[in-house]
């Protein structure tokens, strides 16, 4: 079965950083655009931040801008997000998702394999 397993959610204080991991499960993560998304409940989901196949191109939301990192290596078929600077308000459900790409920019549509999420809880 093709998915992605995210990983490396947990509760942390604010102020705190943690560091997510998306890996690929059944093939190979080269050539795929990869996204973050964030779900609160009851919203919508929010892409977050993004990278595309060759990691040469790499967007965040402003919300996150300048606390998150995105940053891939295919030879361990895994993504990571590096948060710090956590604030209650990034909370939510964090999930992984991507598509084969021949594109050199990232997006946050169109994406066809995803995961379950992982939970992030940012409360003191």
């Known amino acids: 079965q093709l998915q992605f397993v995210e990983s490396g959610g947990g509760l942390v204080q604010p102020g705190g950083s943690l560091t997510l991991s998306c890996t690929a499960s059944?093939?190979?993560?080269?050539?795929?655009?990869i996204a973050w998304f964030r779900q609160v409940s009851g919203k919508v989901r929010q892409g977050i931040s993004c990278?595309?196949?060759?990691?040469?191109?790499?967007n965040y939301a402003d919300s996150v801008k300048g606390r998150f990192t995105i940053s891939r290596d295919d030879a361990k078929n895994r993504v990571q997000l590096r948060m710090d600077s956590l604030k209650a308000e990034d909370t939510g459900v964090y999930y992984c998702?991507?598509?084969?790409?021949?594109?050199?920019?990232?997006?946050?549509?169109?994406?066809?394999?995803w995961g379950n999420g992982t939970l992030v809880t940012v409360s003191s």
């Open positions: 059944g093939f190979t993560l080269e050539g795929y655009d």
């Open positions: 990278i595309s196949r060759s990691g040469g191109n790499i």
């Open positions: 998702a991507g598509v084969y790409s021949t594109s050199s920019r990232c997006k946050y549509y169109g994406l066809d394999l």
